[in-house]
């Protein structure tokens, strides 16, 4: 597990959606706020819209987004050394 700060080991995370999992990593996710504590920005939505904020993304490209069929996908990627060269 990721390390936040000496003492607080950190477990990454899963949002499920419909039809799709979101995987999220525990860091840059989760934010010390003081030793032994952590802060997750997340909130749950009442809409029925779930937003993903940049942080989330890290490293994820979008490679299916399928609006007739309502479905959208996820594929790790480092994308620091991704895209044309």
Do not use: W
């Not at 607080?8 to 003081?34: K, S």
Request: proline fraction near 6%; hydrophobic fraction near 45%; glycine fraction near 6%.
């Amino acid at each position: 597990m990721p390390e936040l700060g000496s003492n607080i080991a950190l477990p990454d995370m899963v949002v499920h959606m419909r039809n799709v999992e979101f995987e999220i990593p525990a860091l840059p996710n989760l934010f010390r706020i003081l030793d032994g504590y952590a802060c997750l920005l997340m909130t749950r939505s009442t809409s029925g819209i779930s937003i993903i904020r940049t942080a989330q993304q890290q490293n994820k490209l979008i490679n299916v987004y399928d609006v007739e069929n309502k479905q959208i996908g996820f594929l790790a990627a480092q994308c620091a050394t991704a895209g044309p060269q």
